[in-house]
């Protein structure tokens, strides 16, 4: 296990301070905000931690408040909401600074017997045919990666251009094409825990769905001029997956209007099948856009 697979480990395994209340930690102070998908993950740990191991977590629903602190621990409060026969539900407030800056609102349930489909998965190079975006990211920007893309514990695979190359070279996507297709993975092996898959691929969810709604744009968040920030961020978690094995990630967005975005994404295993699905909604501004 890497370096820094084992930082991303030690980050989502929170300090339990009190009954329902855990602490958590930012990996880098020089960043201007706590990454989303960070916060995200470590509020389903502590979550998590309240509920039965044979309970999974079936669907969660999450809103960014205010721009994380990355020089201050996060403090997670999580309030039982409920304890059902069949249902089990949890709500987690970050606070930092004595203000909330992130909800999540999570369902737990016992798996049952019932109806079963799925949406195929759409086809796809294999991720073992494709370089990763990190050699193609530096690349693009014609220089080496800073450390914290270069060693990174979860590598991506995109099937089509970045939005960087995109940027730079237009006829490369269609203006109306808001879609990609990304192999994702951990990469290293992780243990046997049916939550920590979860919260990773929680992690994992947030680091390119925004980009989708940028894509056939032509601009990119790497070369300036727009930036993004996550407001809102659902996952529903439909069957058992590990995140240290290859899935697609397909993302489209099917929609921008005042300065937002919404993106939506579908996760399937290596053999086809959809394990999670996402929405998120974004803050997409632009340089010279006024604001409140």
């Known amino acids: 296990m890497s370096d820094a697979l084992d930082q991303l480990l030690d980050l989502l395994d929170l300090e339990q301070i009190e009954v329902n209340i855990f602490r958590g930690r930012s990996p880098d102070e020089r960043v201007q905000r706590v990454f989303g998908g960070q916060v995200a993950g470590q509020a389903l740990v502590a979550a998590g931690r309240t509920v039965p191991e044979d ?37 987690v407030t970050a606070i930092q600074h004595g203000k ?65 190359e995109v940027a730079r070279d237009p006829s490369l996507r269609a203006p109306d094409d808001f879609s990609s297709l990304v192999w994702v993975r951990v990469t290293g092996k992780l243990p046997d825990d049916p939550l920590l898959h979860v919260c990773l691929m929680t992690y994992i ?42 899935l697609l990630y397909a993302q489209d967005s099917p929609v921008a209007a005042g300065g937002r975005g919404l993106a939506r994404g579908l996760v399937f295993t290596a053999e086809g099948d959809l394990v999670v699905s996402v929405v998120q909604e974004g803050l997409i501004r632009i340089s010279g856009t006024p604001r409140d």
């Open 205 to 246: 969810s947030d680091l390119t769905l925004l980009q989708t709604v940028v894509l056939g744009h032509g601009v990119s968040f790497h070369s300036g001029g727009v930036s993004p920030a996550s407001l809102d961020h659902a996952m529903w978690f439909h069957r058992p997956f590990r995140a240290d094995q290859w």
């Open 100 to 164: 909330a800056i992130f909800t999540l609102s999570a369902s737990f349930h016992h798996p049952e017997q019932g109806l079963e489909h799925s949406m195929p998965m759409p086809p796809a190079p294999l991720p073992e045919e494709l370089r990763s975006d990190a050699d193609r990211l530096a690349d693009a920007l014609g220089a080496p990666l800073p450390a914290q893309f270069r060693d990174t514990p979860i590598e991506l695979r995109s099937v089509g251009p970045l939005p960087i």
């Open 55 to 91: 309970r999974p977590v079936h669907s969660m629903h999450a809103y960014f408040i205010r721009p994380g602190d990355p020089t201050v621990p996060l403090v997670y409060t999580v309030d039982r909401v409920r304890d059902g026969r069949s249902f089990t539900t949890r709500r």
